[in-house]
């Protein structure tokens, strides 16, 4: 098949190099200059440069629009493949190749469409996580589903490591994509009753409530890992990241955020049953200052007596 890639970053290097291995030809590549965005941090691959290296055309463009769509709709192209394109796509666009265009996306669709998938599912304890291909059609991320991976969530992932895990699957989710699309294999429709949209994580976004229970103050912390946006809390005035906690296995009374000690590590109390003395408290290993410095003694900040809240004051 004759193939345009439109694509950038990490996620976008993973799609075109599988594509190129496949043995179909890419005839044109559209991709973002590069983008000073602190959420693609160790996740920047070139993928202009490695299209240069393969003596492909390459269109540099934030938006698929002008010049770039005239591009696209007058390659004579058999099918766009499309991976980490922040922008919307017009559909006399990716309806132009022959096949359509197919999506690779980050998440199990019909759920988490939209933007940073991994770090939701943490945070909303899913018990896997994915890469799908599917066909664009009206809307955001909507279309029929061509093939799909799974990925098991454990309690020892943070969104690292299943963002890894995810770009592991890019290529064969695209390399089974093509296989179903080249023997004319149907799409399976997307359920739109499952159908869920995420917004891109920022770091207001990371906030911790501890009201909300230890269990979600760990998925939070553990969604919030470098490279992405840290969670963070207030100390009185004193902005506190947390970079490493744990569920206590010790059962604390009291008010959320109230801070105590199990006589050998800090601990939140948390929970909104906290005041029954029910509800599991937070565990903090490791904190990170508003200066950057790590701290693996967080007693030598955080002591008994106080309060970590989502507010100053």
């Known amino acids: 098949m004759r193939v345009i890639f439109t694509g950038f970053a990490t996620f976008g290097y993973r799609s075109i190099t599988a594509l190129a291995d496949s043995g179909h030809e890419i005839v044109l590549v559209c991709t973002q200059p590069p983008i000073d965005d602190p959420y693609y941090a160790g996740m920047d691959e070139d993928v202009a440069a490695f299209a240069r290296r393969r003596g492909i055309p390459v269109i540099e463009t934030k938006r698929l629009d002008g010049a770039a769509a005239e591009a696209v709709r007058g390659a004579d192209a058999d099918l766009m493949v499309v991976t980490n394109w922040t922008s919307v796509i017009a559909r006399d666009v990716y309806d132009a190749p022959r096949l359509g265009t197919l ?137 506190i990241y947390l970079i490493d906690v744990e569920v206590s296995p010790m059962r604390f009374g009291g008010t959320p955020g109230r801070v105590v000690t199990d006589g050998e590590h800090i601990v939140v109390v948390a929970g909104p049953a906290a005041h029954t003395g029910r509800e599991h408290g937070v565990q903090i290993n490791r904190i990170r200052l508003a200066d950057g410095t790590d701290i693996d003694n967080p007693g030598r900040i955080i002591r008994p007596g106080m309060y970590l809240r989502p507010a100053a004051g």
């Not at 992932?157 to 023997?183: H, K, M, Y």
Request: proline share 7%.
């Open 103 to 239: 999506n690779i996306h980050d998440s199990l669709l019909p759920k988490y469409a939209g933007f940073g998938a991994p770090n939701w599912a943490l945070i909303n304890d899913e018990s896997e996580v994915g890469v799908t291909g599917h066909l664009m059609a009206e809307g955001f991320d909507t279309g029929p589903i061509v093939a799909q991976r799974a990925t098991r969530v454990t309690d020892s992932d943070d969104a690292l490591t299943l963002t890894n895990r995810c770009l592991d699957l890019v290529g064969p989710v695209l390399r089974d994509s093509l296989d179903a699309l080249d023997a004319g294999r149907e799409p399976t429709p997307q359920d739109p009753e499952q159908w869920t949209y995420f917004h891109r994580r920022r770091p207001a976004d990371c906030g911790v409530d501890f009201s909300l229970g230890a269990r979600a103050v760990f998925n939070l912390v553990r969604a919030s890992c470098d490279p992405f946006f840290n969670a963070w809390a207030y100390l009185g005035d004193q902005l």
